[in-house]
């Protein structure tokens, strides 16, 4: 969540550096180069009263996200008030919520199954989600979302998860196939190539530690799941 207090934004990030929702406001924060504190919440215990009476605040990673790159217009998103700004907007919302409502969950889903089947064909049919619904939004990607030269929202949203499928896969805690199947789209492939290249994905990622916690995660929802 974020706080702006007064005429001269302070901006104040409540976050954690291994929630990939919480990296889409610090990527949407360093692309656009604001100042900002940092309170680092640790999610592992239950929130002290001090960050629930916090206000005002903004909250909701998308939102927290939307809301930077409309106070500071940019790159990342352009400002309202013609109909070509408002198409590029539309778009990179359609695609931000077509990564979400139809792709999104699927890492976490796969990640948590017992089975290596069961693992094996959600991996495919993720694939074949990406490439029947993302792969053609990225046809004029050269090398951002709709032929930007410069990392859009598109990527703000999307790449917390995309750093995670990359590195999750590298370490075998999902299947390689979803490496190969995704590494066979076109336009896919090439558009999330980039994700890694990025200092502003890749400022707070520390590969090792996501890694290691999110292992951990996986095992106590697997274990929940048993119980
Ligand atoms: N829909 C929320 C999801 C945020 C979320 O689930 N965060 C996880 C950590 S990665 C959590 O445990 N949140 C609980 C909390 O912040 O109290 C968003 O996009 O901001």
């Known amino acids: 969540m974020v706080a702006v207090n007064g ?10 550096h291994g929630c990939p929702y919480a990296h889409r406001a ?26 629930l009476d916090i206000n005002p605040i903004i ?37 931000t919520d077509t990564w979400n409502t139809k792709v999104g969950s699927y890492w976490f889903k796969i990640a ?12 495919k049919e993720m694939v074949s989600v990406v490439e029947k619904e993302i792969d053609p939004l990225l046809k004029d990607a050269a090398p951002f979302f709709g032929g930007s030269s410069k990392l859009t929202l598109a990527k703000a949203i999307t790449a917390p998860f995309i750093i995670r499928i990359i590195a999750f896969v590298k370490r075998a805690v999902l299947p390689k ?7 066979g789209l076109p336009n896919f492939s090439k558009w999330a190539a980039g994700v890694v290249k990025q200092d502003s994905v890749t400022y707070i990622w520390d590969e090792d530690r996501i890694v290691e916690q999110s292992v951990k995660k996986f095992a106590q929802v697997k274990a929940q799941a048993k119980a």
């Open 59 to 95: 909250t909701e990673s998308i939102i927290v996200s939307q809301f930077l790159a409309d106070a500071y217009p940019s790159h990342l998103l352009p400002p309202t008030g013609s109909e070509e700004s408002a198409l590029k907007r539309a778009r990179i919302k359609f695609f």
């Open 112 to 123: 948590t199954q017992n089975s290596e089947e069961e693992k094996e064909k959600l991996a």
């Open 7 to 16: 005429n001269t934004p302070k901006i104040t990030l409540y976050t954690n």
């Open 177 to 183: 196939s979803i490496a190969d199947g995704l590494n």
């Open 26 to 51: 610090h990527i949407t924060i360093k692309e656009l180069g604001l100042p900002y504190e940092e309170v680092i919440i640790h999610l592992s215990k239950p929130r002290d009263p001090w960050y």
